[in-house]
């Protein structure tokens, strides 16, 4: 089965369609009772909620590590539900927290495991395998023959997404993927991430504990409370500007006004004229850059103000108090 029709390169994706899933283990416990959720090719979505809600639960249904026990899953319009658990695993890459890597193989033999079980010639697993250790930042020739213990937290994680990758999988689905590291590490994994995605467009479902991973990360966020229940789903700013539920306001915390400014980008409509005098001293931010950011600016800038520039040119003054009505505006 080949839910997409060869998009070439590593551009193919497929949408998820989640139709009423559930999963009621055999001692009765109902993990997830009925969840619908979409999510768009070339998509990353982020499943979050407390503990025990589900979520790894979905995730491992959509590679069928957990058979639902309701349900239908579509990649695309096809119905995987029925489809053959190992052909199906062979399209999706699966990236967890420690990441499961083959400990007595070298780094390029495990990243070409599933091109080697799908059969692919020696010469073109060898090009994939240095072409995805370049893509995540490792260089082959150094790290190619290495064995997993002899690499840092981080590079292993590269190793495990670039694994995933490797058989051009129309979906990866990533369970707690940077949770191993250091705050510094993940931050910097995150971000390396981000640019990756930005390169190959998967479609991608992520679970996570950590809110501001969700929102640095998700195109959109999926808060999950017990048994799987969809509380709201929503992209990272509506999440934190307009809670849907009062689980949801609970969950994401009296300090979302603070995590939306990173979300929230700096507009025209803020901005106050640029003075008449020419205010050669005021530090300068860019247009479209995230209120965070300008608030960190802005908080040590004399006087509470700076110059915002679109393509390097002066288009006029933020001050903290007009930066703080971003905030307000959409809560
Ligand atoms: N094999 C099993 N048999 C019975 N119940 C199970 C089984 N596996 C998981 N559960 C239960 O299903 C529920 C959901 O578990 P799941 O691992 O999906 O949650 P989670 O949201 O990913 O949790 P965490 O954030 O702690 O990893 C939990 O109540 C869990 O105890």
Redesign the pocket.
């Known amino acids: 089965m080949d839910v997409t029709p060869g998009a070439g390169g590593d551009r193919r994706a497929a949408s998820i369609t989640l139709d009423g899933i559930g999963k009621r283990?055999?001692?009765g416990?109902e993990?997830?009772r009925e969840l619908s959720l979409h999510v768009d090719e070339g998509e990353l979505v982020v499943l979050i909620?407390?503990?025990?809600?589900?979520?790894?639960?979905?995730l491992r249904m959509i590679n069928r590590l957990i058979e639902p026990t309701a349900g239908r899953i579509l990649l695309n319009d096809s119905d995987v539900t029925r489809a053959d658990p190992v052909k199906l695993r062979r399209q999706i890459g699966y990236v967890i927290q420690n990441v499961g890597l083959f400990p007595h193989q070298t780094v390029a033999a495990n990243v070409a495991t599933v091109p080697r079980l799908l059969g692919w010639a020696t010469g073109t697993v060898k090009r994939r395998v240095e072409e995805l250790l370049e893509l995540v930042g490792l260089d082959p020739a150094q790290f190619g023959r290495r064995y997993p213990h002899e690499l840092s937290g981080g590079q292993r994680q590269r190793v495990g997404v670039a694994r995933a990758l490797a058989a051009d999988p129309v979906v990866l689905l990533m369970d707690e993927p940077f949770s191993a590291v250091d705050p510094i590490v993940r931050t910097r994994l995150q971000e390396e991430f981000l640019r990756l995605q930005a390169e190959v467009r998967k479609t991608i479902v992520l679970?996570t504990?950590d809110l501001d991973e969700a929102v640095r990360l998700g195109d959109r966020i999926a808060v999950?409370s017990e048994g799987g229940r969809l509380e709201q789903y929503d992209t990272p700013a509506t999440l934190l500007g307009a809670p849907a539920t009062g689980f949801v306001r609970e969950f994401v915390g009296a300090d979302r006004g603070i995590r939306r400014l990173a979300v929230t980008p700096v507009t025209r409509e803020v901005l106050d004229p640029l003075p008449v005098d020419g205010d050669a001293d005021l530090p300068s931010l860019p247009l479209g850059g995230s209120a965070y950011d300008a608030l960190a600016v802005l908080l040590t800038a004399a006087g509470g103000r700076a110059v915002v520039t679109e393509d390097g040119q002066p288009v006029g003054t933020l001050s903290r108090e007009r930066l703080l009505t971003l905030t307000e505006s959409a809560g």
Not at 49 to 58: D, F
């Open positions: 283990y055999p001692d416990t993990a997830v909620g407390p503990s025990g809600c589900g979520k790894s639960t979905v679970v504990h999950l």
